[in-house]
């Protein structure tokens, strides 16, 4: 965080996660709107508030105290809060080199590899983002097309690792030196060992990582 920036306090979270339970987008639009006026840099934005509200919406989603129609209006809110900091991720410098972020086919949850987009871009990169359920040979000829610097794959639904694993490997046979990073929520529950088995695949578990990463490159 630059010396300028502001921090997320704890009842800003709390209000944020209260309207978004409760559906009201409007009354989280406020809330975020307060938080980019104390400076706070997007990557903290996206970890203290965006991620952590949505991981504890999942988390009431598994213990029955909050409804599918709930959970999917909570994520379809906290999507439309992107745009909020769009017009300082994109006036970004860009430093000509570019990955391509991708969901598996059958991965449906796509906000977490929008926000690794929008890193991405904020650190100068051209974010090339696929979205939900990417066939494999329609990712194949993306990269084939597009020559990425980098691939990024999410999964937030663990019963999508094995697709994901057999996407790596087709990805591997076609593009065996494109550096690929994986994540998602659904490492939090395994799988840690499948990825450990592809040497030249990195999982990184946070966005605060993921920014580390790319400025090696």
């Known amino acids: 965080m630059s010396a300028d920036?502001?921090?997320?306090?704890?009842?800003?979270?709390?209000?944020?996660?209260?309207?978004?339970?409760?559906?009201?987008?409007?009354?989280?639009?406020?809330?975020?709107?307060?938080?980019?006026?104390?400076?706070?840099?997007?990557?903290?934005?996206?970890?203290?508030?965006?991620?952590?509200a949505l991981y504890r919406v999942g988390e009431l989603w598994e213990c029955n105290q909050l409804s599918v129609a709930r959970e999917h209006i909570a994520t379809a809110i906290t999507e439309?809060?992107?745009?909020?900091?769009?017009?300082?991720?994109?006036a970004a410098e860009h430093c000509g080199r570019?990955?391509?972020?991708?969901?598996?086919?059958?991965?449906?949850?796509?906000?977490?590899?929008?926000?690794?987009?929008?890193?991405?871009?904020?650190n100068g990169w051209d974010g090339l983002f696929s979205g939900a359920n990417t066939p494999a040979k329609d990712l194949l000829e993306?990269?084939?097309?597009?020559?990425?610097?980098l691939l990024c794959l999410s999964l937030s639904v663990q019963s999508g690792l094995p697709t994901l694993l057999l996407l790596l490997?087709?990805?591997r046979t076609e593009f065996p030196d494109l550096p690929i990073i994986v994540g998602g929520q659904a490492?939090?529950?395994?799988?840690?060992?499948?990825?450990?088995?592809?040497?030249d695949v990195r999982l990184v578990e946070t966005i605060h990582e993921l920014e580390r990463l790319i400025k090696d490159w």
């Open 187 to 199: 490492f939090r529950w395994g799988g840690r060992e499948n990825i450990a088995s592809y040497p």
């Open 169 to 171: 490997d087709n990805v």
């Open 142 to 149: 993306l990269i084939n097309n597009t020559n990425p610097n």
């Open 5 to 52: 920036s502001g921090a997320i306090t704890e009842a800003a979270f709390q209000s944020y996660l209260a309207y978004l339970i409760a559906g009201d987008r409007n009354k989280c639009r406020e809330v975020v709107e307060d938080i980019l006026r104390d400076n706070v840099d997007t990557k903290d934005l996206y970890v203290g508030v965006f991620q952590r």
């Open 98 to 122: 570019k990955a391509i972020v991708a969901c598996a086919a059958n991965e449906y949850h796509q906000l977490g590899g929008k926000m690794v987009a929008d890193i991405l871009e904020l």
């Open 80 to 90: 439309s809060m992107l745009s909020l900091v769009y017009p300082s991720i994109f």
